[in-house]
């Protein structure tokens, strides 16, 4: 069962059940990685998904109930705008931009992905997922 409250206890319950979960699928999913229908490419998942993810989303109950519908997300979410990397941000320093896309998940509502592009490489890595509004 996930907690729904807002303690401090809660909240590190969903970050333990966040990443317990990417380990299943990162198990499952030997290439680490999803078609997004909109970008016409694959969405990778690496550490840096996994850290951000389970930090932010475990905030919130309804964003760690999002992140649980990964390969739904990674599939069909639609890219809504482009940005820069925000400055001073570590985790952000090997994307040359940010690509925001939505997905909406029945029961949730709309959920925010963040996918970041590598330098040099330009792969798309999905950075964070969080529920943005409750429906």
Known sequence: MIPEGNTLEEIRKREQIIRD???KWKEQNPSQRKFNLSLKEYINIRMVSIVETSEYAAKNYLSTLAVLQLDAILAGAKK???KKPKV???NQKTFERIIIMEYKLVGIGTVKM???VRRRTHEKVQYCIT???SK
């Open 21 to 23: 979960f990417y380990k």
């Open 131 to 133: 529920a943005i509004t």
């Open 80 to 82: 809504v705008s482009i």
């Open 88 to 90: 001073g941000n570590k």
């Open 114 to 116: 963040t996918v970041g």
